[in-house]
Protein backbone atom coordinates (compact mmCIF):
# COMPACT_ATOMS: atom_id res chain seq x y z
CA UNK A 1 0.00 0.00 0.00
CA UNK A 2 1.87 3.71 -0.70
CA UNK A 3 1.69 6.24 1.61
CA UNK A 4 -0.71 8.84 1.32
CA UNK A 5 0.49 12.14 0.05
CA UNK A 6 -0.38 15.60 0.72
CA UNK A 7 0.75 18.79 2.50
CA UNK A 8 2.67 18.31 5.66
CA UNK A 9 1.03 18.59 9.03
CA UNK A 10 0.46 22.64 10.21
CA UNK A 11 -0.17 21.02 13.85
CA UNK A 12 3.61 21.84 14.69
CA UNK A 13 4.75 24.90 14.33
CA UNK A 14 7.92 26.60 14.06
CA UNK A 15 9.10 29.18 16.97
CA UNK A 16 8.75 32.42 16.05
CA UNK A 17 11.89 33.37 18.20
CA UNK A 18 14.02 31.48 15.95
CA UNK A 19 12.33 33.24 12.52
CA UNK A 20 13.60 36.48 11.17
CA UNK A 21 12.92 38.82 8.55
CA UNK A 22 15.14 41.44 5.70
CA UNK A 23 14.25 43.26 3.07
CA UNK A 24 17.11 43.57 0.64
CA UNK A 25 15.43 45.79 -1.17
CA UNK A 26 15.58 48.12 1.23
CA UNK A 27 19.24 49.40 2.52
CA UNK A 28 19.78 49.46 6.45
CA UNK A 29 20.58 53.39 6.88
CA UNK A 30 17.52 53.92 5.02
CA UNK A 31 15.46 53.08 7.68
CA UNK A 32 14.26 55.86 10.09
CA UNK A 33 11.46 56.29 12.57
CA UNK A 34 9.06 57.37 10.01
CA UNK A 35 9.76 54.29 7.50
CA UNK A 36 10.13 51.59 9.67
CA UNK A 37 6.69 50.68 10.12
CA UNK A 38 6.33 50.30 6.43
CA UNK A 39 8.93 48.18 6.25
CA UNK A 40 7.28 45.95 8.58
CA UNK A 41 4.17 45.88 7.06
CA UNK A 42 5.43 43.91 4.40
CA UNK A 43 3.83 40.80 3.26
CA UNK A 44 6.32 38.38 3.11
CA UNK A 45 7.24 39.37 6.49
CA UNK A 46 6.00 36.14 8.61
CA UNK A 47 5.07 38.27 11.81
CA UNK A 48 2.98 40.92 9.94
CA UNK A 49 -0.60 39.99 9.53
CA UNK A 50 -2.77 40.88 6.53
CA UNK A 51 -5.93 41.31 8.34
CA UNK A 52 -4.86 44.45 10.46
CA UNK A 53 -5.58 47.55 10.78
CA UNK A 54 -2.54 48.92 8.99
CA UNK A 55 -3.49 46.27 6.07
CA UNK A 56 -6.69 47.84 5.96
CA UNK A 57 -5.36 51.70 5.88
CA UNK A 58 -2.98 50.76 3.03
CA UNK A 59 -5.69 49.49 0.82
CA UNK A 60 -8.14 51.95 1.16
CA UNK A 61 -4.92 54.58 0.54
CA UNK A 62 -5.92 57.08 3.41
CA UNK A 63 -3.43 59.71 2.83
CA UNK A 64 -4.90 62.89 4.46
CA UNK A 65 -4.78 61.67 7.82
CA UNK A 66 -1.51 60.08 9.61
CA UNK A 67 -1.11 56.03 10.85
CA UNK A 68 -1.53 56.91 14.02
CA UNK A 69 -4.93 58.56 13.91
CA UNK A 70 -6.07 56.42 11.90
CA UNK A 71 -5.28 53.56 13.95
CA UNK A 72 -6.86 55.32 17.07
CA UNK A 73 -10.13 55.21 15.76
CA UNK A 74 -9.91 51.36 14.96
CA UNK A 75 -10.34 48.13 16.42
CA UNK A 76 -8.45 45.25 15.85
CA UNK A 77 -5.02 44.34 15.20
CA UNK A 78 -2.67 46.69 14.59
CA UNK A 79 1.23 47.31 14.58
CA UNK A 80 2.61 50.90 16.23
CA UNK A 81 5.93 51.88 16.39
CA UNK A 82 6.85 51.70 20.31
CA UNK A 83 10.75 53.21 20.63
CA UNK A 84 13.21 53.93 17.75
CA UNK A 85 16.43 54.98 18.20
CA UNK A 86 18.46 54.12 15.30
CA UNK A 87 20.00 51.57 14.20
CA UNK A 88 16.69 50.07 16.68
CA UNK A 89 13.32 50.06 16.42
CA UNK A 90 10.67 48.78 18.36
CA UNK A 91 7.55 47.70 16.92
CA UNK A 92 4.59 46.50 19.26
CA UNK A 93 1.75 44.05 18.26
CA UNK A 94 -1.63 45.26 20.20
CA UNK A 95 -5.13 44.40 20.19
CA UNK A 96 -7.44 47.67 20.32
CA UNK A 97 -10.66 47.30 22.31
CA UNK A 98 -11.55 50.95 21.98
CA UNK A 99 -10.19 54.63 21.81
CA UNK A 100 -8.17 54.08 25.82
CA UNK A 101 -8.10 50.72 25.95
CA UNK A 102 -5.10 48.73 24.07
CA UNK A 103 -3.47 45.48 25.19
CA UNK A 104 0.09 44.00 23.62
CA UNK A 105 0.43 41.14 22.18
CA UNK A 106 4.08 40.74 21.41
CA UNK A 107 6.58 43.12 20.70
CA UNK A 108 9.35 42.91 17.75
CA UNK A 109 12.95 44.94 16.99
CA UNK A 110 14.44 46.12 14.36
CA UNK A 111 18.31 46.10 14.41
CA UNK A 112 19.73 46.76 11.01
CA UNK A 113 17.20 45.52 8.87
CA UNK A 114 16.65 42.05 10.20
CA UNK A 115 13.40 41.92 11.86
CA UNK A 116 13.13 39.37 15.33
CA UNK A 117 10.71 38.50 17.78
CA UNK A 118 11.46 39.59 21.51
CA UNK A 119 11.08 36.86 23.63
CA UNK A 120 8.10 36.62 26.48
CA UNK A 121 8.62 36.24 30.38
CA UNK A 122 8.52 32.85 29.62
CA UNK A 123 10.96 32.07 27.09
CA UNK A 124 12.94 34.32 29.17
CA UNK A 125 12.98 32.71 32.05
CA UNK A 126 12.87 29.19 30.93
CA UNK A 127 16.17 30.12 29.08
CA UNK A 128 18.08 31.11 31.90
CA UNK A 129 17.16 28.16 33.96
CA UNK A 130 18.14 25.58 31.44
CA UNK A 131 21.18 27.57 31.20
CA UNK A 132 21.73 27.39 34.97
CA UNK A 133 21.06 23.36 35.08
CA UNK A 134 24.73 22.43 33.92
CA UNK A 135 27.20 24.39 36.12
CA UNK A 136 24.59 23.31 38.87
CA UNK A 137 24.92 19.85 38.15
CA UNK A 138 28.60 20.09 37.74
CA UNK A 139 28.70 21.98 41.08
CA UNK A 140 26.36 19.41 42.70
CA UNK A 141 29.09 16.24 41.49
CA UNK A 142 31.82 18.29 42.61
CA UNK A 143 30.52 18.61 46.22
CA UNK A 144 29.62 14.93 46.67
CA UNK A 145 33.25 13.81 46.17
CA UNK A 146 34.14 15.53 49.31
CA UNK A 147 31.24 14.39 51.83
CA UNK A 148 32.11 11.48 54.23
CA UNK A 149 30.07 9.67 56.62
CA UNK A 150 30.99 8.25 60.18
CA UNK A 151 28.68 6.31 62.39
CA UNK A 152 30.24 8.50 65.36
CA UNK A 153 30.22 11.57 63.60
CA UNK A 154 27.95 11.23 60.78
CA UNK A 155 28.08 13.04 57.84
CA UNK A 156 30.63 15.43 56.91
CA UNK A 157 32.88 17.33 54.76
CA UNK A 158 36.28 16.65 54.17
CA UNK A 159 38.51 19.27 51.90
CA UNK A 160 42.25 18.35 52.69
CA UNK A 161 42.86 16.53 49.17
CA UNK A 162 42.56 18.83 46.88
CA UNK A 163 43.64 16.64 43.68
CA UNK A 164 41.23 18.13 41.22
CA UNK A 165 43.20 21.54 41.24
CA UNK A 166 46.87 20.31 40.13
CA UNK A 167 44.76 18.35 36.82
CA UNK A 168 42.84 21.59 36.08
CA UNK A 169 45.95 23.74 36.42
CA UNK A 170 47.80 20.78 34.56
CA UNK A 171 44.76 20.83 31.90
CA UNK A 172 44.87 24.67 31.22
CA UNK A 173 48.67 24.16 30.21
CA UNK A 174 47.93 22.08 28.09
CA UNK A 175 45.07 23.81 26.42
CA UNK A 176 47.86 26.81 26.72
CA UNK A 177 50.46 24.95 24.89
CA UNK A 178 47.62 23.23 22.49
CA UNK A 179 46.66 27.27 21.53
CA UNK A 180 50.26 28.01 21.04
CA UNK A 181 50.47 25.31 18.35
CA UNK A 182 47.55 25.60 16.22
CA UNK A 183 49.04 29.34 15.73
CA UNK A 184 51.72 28.56 13.45
CA UNK A 185 50.30 26.01 10.46
CA UNK A 186 52.27 23.02 9.34
CA UNK A 187 54.16 25.26 6.12
CA UNK A 188 55.59 27.08 9.02
CA UNK A 189 57.06 24.40 10.93
CA UNK A 190 58.38 22.89 8.12
CA UNK A 191 59.86 25.89 6.82
CA UNK A 192 61.30 26.77 9.57
CA UNK A 193 62.98 23.21 10.39
CA UNK A 194 64.35 23.31 6.72
CA UNK A 195 65.85 26.17 7.41
CA UNK A 196 67.66 25.26 10.81
CA UNK A 197 69.00 22.14 9.57
CA UNK A 198 70.45 24.21 6.58
CA UNK A 199 72.06 26.55 8.95
CA UNK A 200 73.72 23.59 10.96
CA UNK A 201 74.99 21.87 7.84
CA UNK A 202 76.80 25.06 6.86
CA UNK A 203 78.24 26.45 9.81
CA UNK A 204 78.07 22.84 12.34
CA UNK A 205 79.48 23.72 15.59
CA UNK A 206 82.18 21.46 15.99
CA UNK A 207 84.72 23.60 14.02
CA UNK A 208 83.60 26.61 15.80
CA UNK A 209 84.84 25.02 18.44
CA UNK A 210 88.07 23.58 16.99
CA UNK A 211 88.45 27.25 16.10
CA UNK A 212 88.06 28.96 19.12
CA UNK A 213 90.68 26.35 21.09
CA UNK A 214 93.43 27.55 18.33
CA UNK A 215 92.37 31.00 18.64
CA UNK A 216 93.05 30.74 22.47
CA UNK A 217 96.11 28.98 21.63
CA UNK A 218 97.55 31.41 19.71
CA UNK A 219 96.70 34.43 22.49
CA UNK A 220 98.37 32.42 25.25
CA UNK A 221 101.81 31.89 22.89
CA UNK A 222 102.43 35.49 22.66
CA UNK A 223 101.62 36.58 26.11
CA UNK A 224 104.36 33.69 27.37
CA UNK A 225 107.50 35.11 25.38
CA UNK A 226 106.54 38.90 26.77
CA UNK A 227 106.70 37.42 30.27
CA UNK A 228 110.17 35.72 30.05
CA UNK A 229 111.38 39.11 28.01
CA UNK A 230 110.86 41.20 30.66
CA UNK A 231 112.57 39.44 33.72
CA UNK A 232 115.69 39.59 32.04
CA UNK A 233 117.15 36.83 34.44
CA UNK A 234 119.49 34.00 32.82
CA UNK A 235 117.72 30.62 34.13
CA UNK A 236 120.47 28.09 35.62
CA UNK A 237 119.96 24.30 36.12
CA UNK A 238 119.78 23.32 39.59
CA UNK A 239 123.07 20.94 40.30
CA UNK A 240 122.16 17.45 41.38
CA UNK A 241 122.60 15.93 44.06
CA UNK A 242 125.79 14.72 44.91
CA UNK A 243 125.75 10.79 46.16
CA UNK A 244 127.25 9.86 49.81
CA UNK A 245 128.99 7.13 50.80
CA UNK A 246 129.38 6.32 53.95
Known amino acids: MMPRMGPPSTARQDNPLYVSFRN ?21 NTFYEMNSCNQQIKMQNITNRSVEECLRTMQGVQYVVWYAQPPLFIICKQRR ?32 LLGALEPLRNAFGEVTNYSRYNTAKGYYWEFKNKPNVKKREEEKK ?73
Not at 28 to 36: K, S
Open 97 to 128: NNVNNVSPISYYYVVNGSVHQAPDMYSLIQSR
Open 174 to 246: DDEDDKLEERSTNFQKNRTLMLLNQLFTEMPSDDALEREEVEEEAAEKPEEASASSTTGEPKFAEPAARATTK
Open 24 to 44: PQWPPNFINRDNVLDYFCNQA
